[in-house]
């Protein structure tokens, strides 16, 4: 054994992706398993590898983490990501979440019928540009620190990057309106770490292609 | 100012009843503000006071908090009801969200149109007894102590009994096949602070009568 996290998922961002960019902002290496076919899932039932029978499950310091926000929440504390103490906590927890339901939106469009996609891809903008960034321009603008919270890097950091480059793949200049918000992206994807993570054949994941959307619903339904 | 958290919510259970649970279970006293009409909503928006224009949102400790597992986290945190360490959160917050996925289910429920209501009860029964309640059972079983984690009481525990009573409300012979639930439902009624949230008169709110359902989407919608 590695020692190394060990990560089961498919071969698509979904619900895995945040907890790649975490473990990749902490410098912490992984492995990936990928499910390929509806009997791997079901392999790692019957083995009782699943709490809830669902995949994310992330094996790390001995346990077979499941449920996203209990596997994010585990590295944020394990590689001090998240805040010092209950308030930083409080307002990281309240940026993260808040930006989980953009990711939701934006993970969930992919799966709209085609005559659907246009008016949902409105609402994200919509979204993503009245109710989610302007929340966090504003808060850059307010304490002019380089960071959302605490004056140092937090997953909430993190999470505010993958959010803004999965906005600006739908719109290359959604940051158009939120000059502060342009020069966070630039500045949170030069840390070493992130650099990192951002070149080509790191193990980020690209957005989703129609033509593999079949193979994945036939592995979950 | 009387220091109690002050709630904003809808007078349903909603997303703001964990949170009743929660700060009942700590021996917490709350206020609260209930949302009657949209203009009552849009007040608190065009006053600044919702971080993302939505409730539930909870004064407490001079920051006005949204999203409903930032607050769960910040009192569960304040109030010890969140494990001594990584290891023990990282328990808490995958039972805590396996049942947030069921009570979605419940949540909903409530809100479902009559012709849609009997499946959507077999669904969630399916879950619950198949998915989440042997789970629990086996929890308790493995480790035979009273609470789930750390042998203390803790917001996995308070969730637990929640959706308990929940599943019941719906189908009174829920816990029929698991013993270790039924008196780990009658222990945790029994906690004074619990107990005391489980009598007629408390904050506890009840399910939504069908005649109230249309006033309670207008505020939101």
């Known amino acids: 054994m590695s020692g190394k996290p060990v990560l089961h998922y498919v071969s698509v961002r979904g619900r895995m992706e945040p907890v790649k960019w975490l473990l990749a902002a902490a410098g912490v290496e992984f492995e ?3 499910l390929e076919t509806k009997e791997d899932l079901q392999k790692l039932r019957a083995d009782g590898c699943l709490l809830f029978q669902q995949v994310p499950m992330v094996e790390i310091d001995g346990m077979k983490l499941v449920q996203t926000r209990a596997i994010l929440n585990y590295i944020a504390g394990k590689y001090n990501l998240y805040g010092k103490d209950l308030k930083e906590r409080a307002l990281i927890d309240m940026y993260v979440e808040g930006m989980a339901d953009l990711y939701d939106i934006i993970m969930n469009h992919d799966f709209k019928p085609a005559n659907e996609k246009e008016k949902d891809l409105a609402n994200i903008m919509d979204k993503a540009t009245n109710r ?3 929340v966090f321009e504003k808060v850059l603008k307010d304490h002019g620190h380089d960071f959302l919270v605490g004056n140092k890097l937090s997953r909430a950091d993190v999470n505010l990057l993958e959010t803004i480059l999965m906005v600006e793949e739908f ?3 959604a940051l158009a309106k939120f000059p502060l918000l342009q020069s966070f992206k630039a500045r949170i994807s030069n840390t070493p770490n ?3 993570f951002l070149q080509p054949g790191s193990q ?3 957005p989703l292609q129609e033509k593999d959307i079949p ?4 592995i979950f339904h």
């Open 194 to 196: 992130i650099k990192k």
């Open 171 to 173: 719109k290359p200049d």
């Open 204 to 206: 980020r994941k690209p």
């Open 32 to 34: 990936e398993r990928f």
């Open 132 to 134: 989610y960034l302007p």
């Open 215 to 218: 193979s994945l619903m036939a």
